[in-house]
């Protein structure tokens, strides 16, 4: 081992200096003050994130989980879905040992923390516990979020959940050690698109130099998210190709549930798709509707700037930013293409 790797593994966790804090919040400081006050007097803490979390849902709930069990809190977190597991691609996140499945969630949490969950449907099995919960912390950053909480830490303005989770953490005098800026990492990469997307702002570019002063490996991390796949991801991606559909400003494809049987894929691995599709000049917004086990279609939209598409999902049950967002449907391919591109014309 060289003595630079060896310091890097050796390197203390990192407290917060006056200088190196997160930027301000537009959130208000009452808010934080509540927050702070709600955590430090409950001994039991639930928290939750979204249905098929991405980085940023993952990894800003367990990055808090992280401080609240050095606080002495007992966390249990959780995510709803039918089939509890974490994507392949987010397994590097440390602190999956707090997962709880939605059967051993608290039916009725004392203090309940929500992550990147624009609406109680996103949270799946776990919305009764949401309901049910004596107080309920939302953290988020969807604007399509009208606030469902007891106590809601929301800004629509930060480029991923995971700025707000570094604030909570911050305010609750945590500090940075290499897993919990991972976690953060993970989340702010994930919703910021390493940084390319219109949403990052010079405090994502601050925070991330922070997390990697912890001794963290930005390209690990990357490879994680970006660079892998099985073979039968490719296999799956030249049928979603063979099927794409060039129309009026519009490209969209879908993955059937037989597409992926015959590779052996599971649901969690066709979130990159929708990346491939957008990249075509000629249009404007980008769908790809995926089948997942249920037999429902999921799809993800993206626009390159003009089209509101969280509008539009919005219109259809679902939301999330002006750029990037979905909405699932029950309706066939032909239907729910139709009902999309019916609202694009009008927005």
């Known amino acids: 081992m060289t003595p630079d790797v060896r310091d890097r593994l050796d390197r203390p966790p990192r407290v917060y200096a006056d200088t190196a804090q997160p930027a301000s919040s537009p959130v208000p400081e009452s808010a934080w003050r509540r927050a702070v ?8 803490i639930a928290l939750a994130c979204h249905v098929s979390p991405d980085g940023d849902a993952l990894g800003s709930m367990l990055a808090v989980g992280f401080v609240l069990r050095s606080m002495g809190k007992r966390v249990a977190a959780s995510f709803g879905d039918q089939d509890f597991t974490v994507p392949r691609l987010l397994r590097f996140v440390p602190g999956q040992e707090m997962l709880v499945p939605p059967a051993d969630y608290p039916a009725e949490p004392d203090l309940m923390i929500t992550f990147d969950s624009p609406s109680i449907g996103r949270l799946g099995l776990l919305g009764e516990s949401v309901r049910q919960a004596h107080q309920l912390i939302v953290i988020d950053h969807h604007p399509s979020n009208d606030g469902f909480g007891t106590l809601d830490l929301i800004d629509p ?11 909570l953490i911050y305010r609750l005098g945590g500090t940075l050690d290499r897993d919990i800026a991972t976690c953060l990492y993970a989340g702010l990469v994930t919703d910021t698109g390493s940084f390319r997307h219109s949403s990052t702002t010079p405090a ?33 991606l030249a049928a979603a190709l063979d099927r794409v559909v060039l129309d009026d400003g519009l490209v969209w494809t879908y993955v059937t549930r037989v597409d992926r049987a015959a590779q052996g894929l599971p649901y969690s ?31 993800s939209t993206r626009s390159k700037g003009r089209v509101d598409v969280a509008a539009v999902c919005a219109a259809l049950g679902g939301g999330g930013h002006h750029n990037a967002a979905g909405f699932t449907s029950h309706d066939s391919v032909e239907e729910t293409v139709a009902k999309f591109r019916e609202l694009l014309r009008e927005a």
């Open 37 to 44: 006050q709600l955590i430090s007097q409950t001994d039991d």
């Open 269 to 299: 691995e066709l979130e990159g798709l929708i990346d491939v599709v957008r990249r075509t000049d000629e249009a404007e917004v980008a769908a790809v509707l995926k089948e997942d086990d249920q037999g429902a279609w999921q799809v």
């Open 157 to 167: 303005g930060a480029p991923a959940t995971a700025i707000l989770a570094e604030q």
């Open 204 to 236: 994502a570019h601050e925070m991330a130099a922070r997390l990697v002063a912890t001794g963290l490996h930005p390209d690990e991390i990357a490879r994680e998210l970006w660079d892998r796949s099985p073979f039968g991801y490719l296999k799956v």
